[in-house]
């Protein structure tokens, strides 16, 4: 695969993504949560006129994201590294997914960060997508680097989800993860976009910066 980012556009948008973990998780989830929901009360007409768009952020925090890059770094540092830039300029609403162990021992598969999670876990793509729905959002920028649970679950989420979903692949150049990815955008509408993130955090980080609404 070109080591450029190779973007493929589905809509005229470039596409981007953030991720973020928590050190005080209810704290953050409440506080980013409710910046959500207040956001999706806001359908005026000056909000209207401008498109607002109440984004989420989604990252895969899977098992397989320990894989290492050219650079000789995990896929997970570098996905810290961009969510970190990305931060810096909006505090939009991030929820990674992957395998978390809940404060009375059980486990859930999604959860809204601050900082990039250590990863754990499949990749349950259509329980992400859910929640981004049951939260309000009406755009999603997802990152991830492999193949879903269930991509006919996933895709049904998407579906049920109705907006635009922006997505990132940042697995193993053509494999069927990404043939998946490229269809779950373009079914959405939303913009599908490759990168190596060893060479192209970067790049990725101006392209999601763009595609992300104001957090506000």
Request: proline share 1%.
């Given at each position: 695969m070109n080591p450029n980012t190779n973007?493929?556009?589905?809509?005229?948008?470039?596409?981007?993504?953030?991720?973020?973990?928590?050190?005080?998780?209810?704290?953050v989830e409440k506080t980013a949560l409710d910046r959500l929901k207040k956001s999706a009360a806001k359908d005026d007409l000056d909000d209207f006129l401008r498109g607002a768009r109440r984004s989420l952020l989604l990252i895969d925090?899977?098992?397989?994201?320990?894989?290492?890059?050219?650079?000789?770094?995990?896929?997970?540092?570098h996905l810290r590294e961009i969510v970190r830039e990305l931060r810096a300029e909006r505090n939009v609403p991030t929820a990674a997914f992957g395998r978390f162990m809940n404060e009375d021992g059980g486990y859930c598969t999604v959860r809204v960060v601050d900082t990039v999670p250590a990863p754990c876990g499949m990749t349950p793509l259509a329980d992400a997508i859910d929640f981004g729905r049951r939260e309000g959002a009406n755009?999603?920028?997802?990152?991830?680097?492999?193949?879903?649970?269930?991509?006919?679950?996933?895709?049904?989420s998407a579906k049920a989800f109705g907006n635009p979903i922006d997505v990132f692949y940042v697995g193993d150049p053509g494999g069927s993860g990404e043939f998946f990815a490229q269809t779950l955008a373009t079914m959405?509408?939303?913009?599908?976009?490759?990168?190596?993130?060893?060479?192209?955090?970067?790049?990725?980080?101006?392209?999601?910066a763009g595609l992300l609404g104001d957090g506000q």
């Open positions: 973007t493929k556009t589905t809509t005229t948008t470039d596409l981007d993504l953030n991720l973020t973990t928590t050190t005080d998780i209810a704290v925090t899977s098992s397989s994201m320990t894989t290492a890059t050219r650079s000789g770094r995990s896929r997970i540092d755009h999603l920028v997802v990152i991830f680097d492999g193949e879903p649970d269930s991509e006919t679950a996933a895709l049904a959405t509408g939303g913009t599908f976009g490759t990168a190596d993130l060893g060479r192209q955090a970067k790049q990725l980080t101006s392209k999601i």
